[in-house]
């Protein structure tokens, strides 16, 4: 762990166990140079505990490149608690949680996140304030989508010479919280509309109210399409997957979807553009963020508007310079952490 904490550059990292909710959780602190560390809380089934803590360390420091390329006053954190097969109470363990966070003092704000709900959050706010995305303040999947959206248009300026997505083939894998509200979008665009997820009542609602047609999931990423937007779970683009893409470029939601950094040459060999995860998803951080800090919507949807800016730079970078624009976030993001 030691090891992989040095090489990520994580701060710090604090666990708890408290055998009388069934709360098994730690949260991992990338960076704090910028502000507290701000980041979701994923309440899911892990198979090992090492897995917990790699998920944890990356994507806290998926968090600080996200924060400090949105320019944000804050740093990366993220917690991860370990779904139990059973709880007691799913409150109580929330609960426990949020007194855990209370005695971080503030160096850690957590948000929903994979298998989390604002009801969570509501559970958690009932012993600490640092805590974001309850009833009360919203879910972030909506921001997450409007600049996912706003991404996929410089995306497809970048790659395909216009930002208009009239008649485009876009295949969306997975209509959760941000596939279905981005799904809305594109098709109001006029994009013709390609999806996939696990769980086919939400294929079937994309059918019907967006006319999308239905791909079987293991068939996704192999389908023709313009753009492929990932909206599931991470690490999907590996040296087989890739291999397969028939698409002129990805572009989507989920965190983390290089399955390493490598994978970036490999798109960048085949052509096909990359929109570095943390710079196009970096909408729902950017609501809580501004949210927490008391902003008003106009303020939080005047900053997101910045996202479709920054993704043009990393994208004339890459090209000016020939690299990958996961290569090119990566070194601006580390530059301007090191130079905070
Ligand atoms: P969600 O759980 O609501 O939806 C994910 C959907 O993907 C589910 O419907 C699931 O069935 C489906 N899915 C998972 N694996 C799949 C596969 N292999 N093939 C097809 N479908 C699959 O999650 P969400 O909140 O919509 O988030 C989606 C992704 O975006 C996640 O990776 C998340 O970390 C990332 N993200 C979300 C937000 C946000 O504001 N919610 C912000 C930034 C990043």
């Known amino acids: ?100 966070i209370e005695s971080l003092d503030g160096r850690y704000i957590t948000a929903v996140d994979s298998g989390t709900s604002s009801a969570d959050m509501d559970c958690i706010a009932q012993h600490t304030q640092h805590v974001t995305s309850t009833t009360e303040a919203g879910d972030p999947s909506s921001h997450t989508a409007m600049g996912v959206f706003a991404g996929i248009r410089t995306t497809a300026m970048a790659r395909l010479g216009s930002d208009n997505l009239e008649g485009l083939r876009i295949a969306i894998q997975g209509i959760g919280h941000v596939g279905y509200a981005l799904a809305e979008q594109l098709h109001a665009a006029g994009a013709e509309l390609l999806v996939s997820d696990l769980d086919s009542g939400k294929v079937q609602l994309a059918m019907e109210q967006f006319g999308a047609h239905p791909i079987a999931s293991e068939a996704l990423l192999s389908t023709p399409c313009d753009i ?95 690299r990958s624009p996961a290569h090119v976030a990566d070194a601006l993001a580390e530059r301007l952490l090191s130079a905070s």
Request: proline fraction near 4%; aromatic fraction near 6%.
């Open 1 to 100: 762990m030691f090891a992989l904490m040095q090489s990520s550059q994580v701060e710090t990292m604090h666990f708890i166990v408290d055998p009388d909710t069934g709360l098994k959780a730690l949260i991992a602190i990338h960076s704090s140079q910028m502000g507290p560390a701000l980041g979701g809380c994923r309440y899911i089934a892990y198979g090992d505990e090492e897995s917990a803590i790699q998920d944890a360390i990356r994507l806290a420091q998926n968090m600080s490149y996200k924060a400090v390329l949105a320019g944000l006053p804050y740093g990366g954190g993220k917690a991860v608690i370990m779904r139990p097969a059973h709880v007691p109470s799913r409150a109580a363990l929330f609960e426990s949680f949020g007194r855990f």
């Open 228 to 322: 492929l937007v990932p909206c599931g779970l991470g690490a999907i683009l590996n040296s087989k997957s890739v291999a397969q893409l028939r698409c002129a470029a990805v572009a989507g939601a989920a965190n983390n979807q290089l399955s390493c950094p490598e994978i970036a040459d490999q798109l960048e060999a085949r052509g096909i553009l990359y929109a570095p995860d943390y710079v196009i998803n970096s909408g729902g951080l950017i609501y809580v963020a501004l949210q927490h800090q008391g902003e008003t919507l106009s303020t939080i949807t005047a900053h997101l508007s910045r996202i479709g800016v920054r993704l043009t730079e990393v994208f004339a970078h890459a090209q000016a310079e020939k």
